[in-house]
């Protein structure tokens, strides 16, 4: 099972994003049903492990706070577009339960993410080059900003891989208090 631990969005918030998806050279708009913050990816777990998972979430204590998606942009790999995302307003209240799950999960013996945590909601994966076109859509949305969304839970996610895009469970939510 493949594990993250993420920041549901609001149904209204993922409409809204999904209405972002135009005709972008290579561009696998992300369905709303899987946008999310992610927090932590974890990766493949067995049956015990996921239980320690499990349980050192349900230990974090942080209270619920509001966080603004704003911005458009892109990673790139190699030369190469490999995301377009929305951004997230600087908050240290989001960063500092990142920092709290990154603890917890390396207190039960996980790896460390590698990664440099820089929040942002997937809209497309991609594999082509900057272009003019992507350049001109990165401007048009530049300004977008959400409403204030309440972060009140994290959510521990599956993938399952295979079809045309992964499928995300929710395994287990997580009260912000």
Do not use: C
Not at 89 to 94: G, P, Q, T
Not at 100 to 115: D, N, Q, S
Not at 121 to 149: C, G, K, W
């Amino acid at each position: 099972m493949r594990l993250f631990v993420a920041l549901d969005l609001p149904w209204e918030v993922k409409r809204s994003l999904a209405a972002f998806a135009i005709n972008l050279a290579s561009a696998r708009w992300v369905p709303p049903q899987n946008m999310h913050l992610t927090l932590r990816f974890i990766g493949e777990s067995k049956g015990a492990e996921a239980e320690e998972i499990d349980y050192a979430l349900s230990r974090i204590q942080a209270r619920e706070f509001s966080l603004v998606l704003t911005g458009v942009g892109w990673f790139e790999k190699a030369g190469r577009v490999n995301t377009l995302w929305i951004g997230v307003e600087r908050n240290e209240l989001l960063f500092r339960l990142q920092v709290k799950i990154e603890t917890a999960l390396r207190r039960i013996g996980l790896p460390p993410e590698r990664r440099k945590f820089m929040p942002h909601v997937t809209l497309a994966r991609m594999d082509h080059p900057v272009t003019p076109r992507l350049v001109e859509f990165v401007q048009a949305h530049n300004l977008y900003r959400s409403p204030a969304i309440v972060a009140e839970h994290i959510t521990l996610f599956s993938s399952h891989l295979g079809g045309e895009v992964p499928d995300y469970t929710a395994e287990m939510e997580y009260t912000l208090g």
